[in-house]
């Protein structure tokens, strides 16, 4: 599998180049969420590790970067992101190589974490989970790792986000499960204060079913009175050229 894929065409970020640093066919992560596109987590962990050479990363960038026409690089893939330890030392090699914008997609878990918390501040956008508003909807939807607890879960999303001062977004997936909880979800969302609020709905196969444009529409109203909040039904997806079309189907893989 190569580490640099795409672009791909984000509803949320636009032309999206990405940069996978698990880059299994089994996904890595600190979750096991119940509509996971990539299937069920078979190493569910919140150690981190280099799972790809720092070497072969920079090789496939500077291969890759001058030919790709994107509008930003996100860090994303098989798996958590901010489980790869050299995750900074990538962040810290594109700041000097491009002018494009870094992103990240992560799952929050690691957000109370000082050396994911040096990496993160660098970037210029975070897109952090939360699809939960207790402990219960919290192990049935996302299923984390042991030793994450909701209450520490959300101290480490507030903490990082009061230091942090580029864009900070929530995503938040919306299925079955907690589709009649979006006011609570909204009101510690509120404590949060993100730029902005994505609302999701897993349209791509996987376990579950996703959500109507309508039960997002009506979901999206609990959200008014934040500043910037889109959904994936309403959002434009840009025009792509990828790289290699296979690379990005490797992390659509359908296991329902
Ligand atoms: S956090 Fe992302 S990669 Fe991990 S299980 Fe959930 S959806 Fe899958």
Same mark, same amino acid.
């Given at each position: 599998m190569k580490t640099v894929y795409g672009p791909v065409?984000?509803?949320?970020?636009?032309?999206?180049?990405?940069?996978?640093?698990?880059?299994r066919p089994k996904k890595v992560c600190s &979750?096991?969420?119940?509509?996971?596109?990539?299937?069920?987590?078979?190493? $569910?962990?919140?150690?981190?590790?280099?799972?790809?050479?720092?070497?072969?990363?920079? $090789?496939?960038?500077?291969?890759?970067?001058?030919?790709?026409?994107?509008?930003?690089?996100?860090?994303?893939?098989?798996?958590e992101p901010t489980l790869a330890e050299n995750l900074e030392e990538i962040i810290d090699f594109l700041k000097r190589e491009t002018n494009l914008p870094l992103a990240i997609l992560t799952n929050s878990t690691s957000l109370d974490d000082k050396a994911v918390k040096s990496a993160l501040n660098k970037l210029d956008i975070v897109v952090a989970k939360l699809d939960t508003f207790d402990e219960d909807s919290f192990r049935e939807i996302n299923n984390p790792a042991k030793?994450?607890?909701?209450?520490?879960?959300?101290?480490?999303? $507030?903490? &990082?986000?009061?230091?942090?001062?580029?864009?900070f977004a929530l995503q938040i997936m919306f299925i079955k499960e907690n589709k009649n909880f979006a006011e609570d979800i909204?009101?510690?969302?509120?404590?949060?204060?993100?730029?902005?609020i994505q609302i999701n709905t897993p349209l791509r196969p996987c376990r579950v079913k996703p959500l109507t444009k309508l039960e997002i529409e009506k979901i999206k109203k609990e959200f008014s009175g934040f500043k910037n909040v889109i959904s994936v039904y309403e959002a434009e997806k840009p025009k792509v050229?990828?790289?290699?079309?296979k690379e990005i189907q490797k992390r659509k893989r359908p296991k329902p």
């Open positions: 065409s984000s509803w949320r970020l636009g032309r999206s180049l990405g940069i996978d640093l698990i880059c &979750f096991d969420c119940i509509y996971c596109q990539l299937g069920k987590t078979k190493e $569910k962990t919140l150690k981190r590790k280099i799972f790809v050479k720092t070497e072969k990363v920079l $090789k496939e960038l500077k291969e890759n970067l001058p030919k790709v026409k994107a509008d930003v690089i996100t860090f994303s893939g098989t798996g030793g994450i607890s909701f209450k520490k879960y959300i101290e480490g999303i $507030k903490s &990082f986000r009061k230091n942090y001062s580029k864009k909204a009101e510690i969302a509120r404590k949060i204060e993100p730029d902005e050229s990828p790289l290699d079309i």
